[in-house]
C-alpha cells in the first residue's frame, strides 16, 4: 500500500515563507512524477508546480519565481519552497504522486492548509 503524506502548512503574512513537505511511502513503486496542486473555496484544484523524476519542473504562472520545487529521491521526497506569499496563495494545498507499480496510478495526499493574512 502506498500513503503520501503532507506536511509544512500555517498561517503567515504576507511577504512571508512557507515550506511544505511531501513523502510517498511503501514498496514496490517508481515515481514518475510529483507535484503540488491547490484548492482555494469555490474555486478549482489547480496544479501549482510539479517535478518528475529526471528533475523537470514546471510551474503555474501565478507563483513562477516564488515557489521552488525540489526533491530528494532517496527519501522519495519532494518540497515546496513558498516565498513573497500573497493573500491569493491561501488554499488548501494537496501532493499528487504519480506512481509505476503494476500500472501508473495518481495518489494524493490529505492536504495542508496554508493561510496568508495580515
Known amino acids: 500500500q502506498v500513503q503520501v503524506v503532507e506536511s509544512g502548512g500555517g498561517l503567515v503574512q504576507p511577504g512571508g515563507s512557507l515550506r511544505l513537505s511531501c513523502a510517498a511511502s511503501g514498496t514496490g513503486f517508481s515515481i514518475i512524477v510529483m507535484g503540488w496542486y491547490r484548492q482555494a473555496p469555490g474555486k478549482q484544484r489547480e496544479l501549482v508546480a510539479r517535478i518528475t523524476s529526471g528533475g523537470t519542473t514546471n510551474y503555474a504562472d501565478s507563483v513562477n519565481g516564488r515557489f521552488t520545487i525540489s526533491r530528494d529521491n532517496a527519501k522519495n521526497t519532494v518540497y515546496l519552497q513558498m516565498n513573497s506569499l500573497k493573500p491569493e496563495d491561501t488554499a488548501v494545498y494537496y501532493c499528487?504522486?504519480?506512481?509505476?507499480?503494476?500500472?501508473?496510478?495518481?495518489?494524493w495526499g490529505q492536504g495542508t492548509q496554508v493561510t496568508v493574512s495580515s
Open positions: 499528487n504522486a504519480k506512481l509505476k507499480r503494476v500500472t501508473t496510478a495518481d495518489y
